[in-house]
């Protein structure tokens, strides 16, 4: 089976855990709900071979599928993650790493 191009514009239905992870990061509450307020729901994502570019707001993240977890910057913070094919073949998964390296 071919693997989808998700290339297109989206708009963001939800976000799960976001203030958890978040508050995990170290990020206080006034910034939590600040990030959730001017959060974008409008999302750009082009989709070329294994590179993956998506565009939401202030946020603007590349990522290789497959390929190594990326450090990444949000309000001034820094936590690592990566993109990946699900084990069905057609959707893809972010993973996104705590200080500690969990997920």
Request: net charge negative; aromatic share 10%; hydrophobic share 35%.
């Amino acid at each position: 089976m071919a693997k989808p191009n998700f290339s297109g514009v989206y708009s963001l239905k939800s976000s799960e855990n976001e203030d958890a992870f978040l508050q995990a990061q170290g990020v206080g509450w006034v910034l939590r709900k600040a990030a959730k307020a001017v959060g974008s729901k409008r999302v750009v994502v082009e989709h070329v071979d294994d590179i993956l570019k998506i565009k939401a707001g202030l946020v603007d993240l590349e990522y290789e599928i497959g390929g190594e977890a990326i450090p990444t910057r949000f309000m001034g913070f820094e936590f690592t993650d990566g993109c990946d094919w699900h084990s069905d073949g057609v959707s893809l998964c972010q993973t996104k790493c705590y200080k500690d390296g969990s997920k």
